[in-house]
């Protein structure tokens, strides 16, 4: 039913991607004109991969961040 819709914004949104080249940053993705629900979409994605690597900095590090300072730190993260 709605299959040519989602092509559609599927593809507007590959070229627009395409069209940032290889290599690009976040503030540069979500200056484009693409859909906000992708924009939202990829920056949970990218945070959430920031969280997870955090955590395995955390528990395989040989120092210890369990202190005030550095624990507000890590659990501090950039607000959109």
């Known amino acids: ?5 989602i092509k ?4 507007f949104t590959l070229n627009k991607v ?13 200056s484009t004109d693409i859909h906000p629900a992708i924009k939202k979409y990829v920056g949970g ?3 959430y991969l920031i969280f997870e690597d ?13 202190g005030k300072e550095i ?5 501090s993260s950039p607000k959109k």
């Open 1 to 5: 039913m709605f299959e040519n819709e």
């Open 8 to 11: 559609f914004i599927n593809d």
């Open 18 to 30: 395409k069209e940032l080249g290889s290599y690009l940053t976040i503030e540069k993705f979500l």
């Open 45 to 47: 994605e990218i945070d």
């Open 54 to 66: 955090r955590k395995k900095l955390i528990e395989n590090s040989l120092f210890d961040y369990s």
């Open 71 to 75: 624990s507000n730190y890590f659990d």
